[in-house]
């Protein structure tokens, strides 16, 4: 084998000196805010939380037109007002907070996380809201029961 061919025999480089007249500073391709920047594009899994926060807000203006649709075919004194009216709060909190989280995500915002974690978890807490208040109601109104799941 020879010397040249083997990385761990061959002699050390001889060290560089001091920059000479005529070495230039180092250049980089784009200025310092640019390289600071952070992503560029919506790649790979960024993808898929752009789908998730425009298929949610799509489903949550259907839910709250036929909520809406709901509460106004009811008579006044139906149990199923309460939990109808606490679905459509939640309904436009939810939008709101979606249209916020939408905006920060395409500004690139460091408080896009912070509001997207809040959003899915006032997403959880109305879901058990509403799922308690009804079945509330079922228990207090059997004639709602077979709209709830049956009896539980």
Known sequence: ???????????????????ELGDGPLEFSTSRSERNSGPKGLGGWLIVVA????????????????TSSQLAALD???????PLRVRMAADGLLIALNIVAIALFFM?????????????????LAGVVVFVLARQIAGIAPEYSYRFGGAW
């Open 1 to 19: 084998m020879n010397i040249e061919e083997d990385p761990y025999r061959r002699p050390e480089p001889a060290p560089r000196g001091a920059l």
């Open 108 to 124: 690139k915002s460091r408080w896009f996380p912070r509001v997207f974690i809040a959003w899915l978890a006032l997403a959880a």
């Open 76 to 82: 006044p004194g139906d149990a199923l007002r309460a």
């Open 51 to 66: 789908i998730v926060l425009f298929w949610a807000l799509l489903s949550l203006l259907g839910t709250m037109g036929l």
